[in-house]
């Protein structure tokens, strides 16, 4: 199984960015999927995921409004849309898949992960 995250860079605050997470060897269409992301000193926090058949949830209304998820069955890959980034937006991302009844904000709670790519938000 592997999931590649690409699409990661620096941007100034404001700025859009586009991820994405190519997966292989899953069963796609069975895995909730999830992006998560890790500041230098901080722990993994969830930012927002997406079920097999349920629907999408983020991490709190900031991320709402500004992030959307999206899979794509066929391709076995999921994106991360963010838009009005900020510098707090600044981490590793990572995407993560786990066969689950509802998406999880635990990140013990997904099986398989990517490697990560870096997102910058200068201000």
């Known amino acids: 199984v592997q999931l590649v995250e690409s699409g990661g860079g620096t941007v100034q605050a404001g700025a859009s960015l586009g991820l994405s997470c190519v997966t292989s060897?899953?069963?796609?269409?069975?895995?909730?999927l999830a992006w998560f992301r890790q500041a230098p000193g901080k722990e993994r926090e969830f930012v927002i995921g997406i079920g097999d058949r349920t629907g999408t949830r983020s991490r709190d209304d900031s991320v709402r409004a500004r992030f959307s998820i999206r899979r794509d069955n066929r391709e076995k890959t999921v994106y991360l849309q963010m838009n009005s980034l900020k510098p707090e937006d600044t981490a590793v991302y990572f995407c993560?898949?786990?066969?689950?009844?509802?998406?999880?904000?635990?990140?013990?709670?997904?099986?398989?992960w990517g490697q990560g790519t870096q997102v910058t938000v200068s201000s």
């Open positions: 060897g899953l069963t796609f269409a069975s895995y909730t």
């Open positions: 993560a898949a786990g066969v689950l009844n509802e998406v999880e904000i635990t990140p013990t709670a997904y099986t398989f």
